[in-house]
T-cell receptor, first 113, second 112 residues
Framework: GENVEQHPSTLSVQEGDSAVIKCTYS??????FPWYKQELGKRPQLIID?????GEKKDQRIAVTLNKTAKHFSLHITETQPEDSAVYFCAASIPRGNEKLTFGTGTRLTIIP | DTGVSQDPRHKITKRGQNVTFRCDPISEHNRLYWYRQTLGQGPEFLTYFQNEAQLEKSRLLSDRFSAERPKGSFSTLEIQRTEQGDSAMYLC??????????FGPGTRLTVT
């Protein structure tokens, strides 16, 4: 089955700097890659996703890149703000297969004011 | 609030008891998923429904676990003869398409 690895497990950045979180996946059939933000005690919140027909997608301060050949994808957050502090999870799925999301182990992002 | 809702939010039970959780998806979402999340880990897939049909079950879903989605609306997840290892956050998600799963707030189960 699919295996998703995520790095780093913790990340601290100064407010205003950029943060990058990287994930790799094992199943070449995967072609949908969402990112979720989970604040303490809250539900995972979908913040951005990418499908295999594009290499990059941007939404304001967040962007995701995908390299299908290397089977890795990354989340980029620019101009970080204190409210960006949370745990971020990457995931992968085969939308027209079993549709289940396989998640990475998460990255705890701390923004230092 | 038109998001995914789950009930109860917290459940404390003694080992060996049965528990049932409920999930109400976003209206008109025909896909409903159950995941389990333990501390410090990402959610793990348990099972999913398209309308009322249960299409996929994880090996994590032992015989003590059963899920239903009668009439393709809300869903219930039952755990029989609970064990301490069942302690976790049980998350429900729903989707209108094969993409974009939206999660509920979860039910935190503690087995004592």
């Amino acid at each position: 089955g699919e295996n998703v690895e995520q790095h780093p497990s913790t990340l601290s950045v100064q407010e205003g700097d950029s943060a990058v979180i990287k994930c790799t996946y094992s199943d070449s059939a995967s072609n949908y890659f969402p990112w979720y933000k989970q604040e303490l005690g809250k539900r995972p919140q979908l913040i951005i996703d990418i499908r295999s027909n594009v290499g990059e997608k941007k939404d304001q301060r967040i962007a995701v890149t995908l390299n299908k050949t290397a089977k890795h994808f990354s989340l980029h957050i620019t101009e970080t703000q204190p409210e960006d502090s949370a745990v971020y999870f990457c995931a992968a799925s085969i939308p027209r297969g079993n549709e289940k999301l396989t998640f990475g182990t998460g990255t705890r992002l701390t923004i230092i004011p | 609030d038109t998001g995914v809702s789950q009930d109860p939010r917290h459940k404390i039970t003694k080992r060996g008891q049965n528990v049932t959780f409920r999930c109400d998806p976003i209206s008109e979402h025909n896909r409903l998923y159950w995941y389990r999340q333990t501390l410090g880990q990402g959610p793990e897939f348990l099972t999913y429904f398209q309308n009322e049909a249960q299409l996929e079950k994880s090996r994590l879903l032992s015989d003590r676990f059963s899920a239903e989605r009668p009439k393709g609306s809300f869903s219930t997840l039952e755990i029989q003869r609970t064990e301490q290892g069942d302690s976790a956050m049980y998350l429900c998600a729903s989707s209108f398409s094969v993409y974009e799963q939206y999660f509920g707030p979860g039910t935190r189960l503690t087995v004592t």
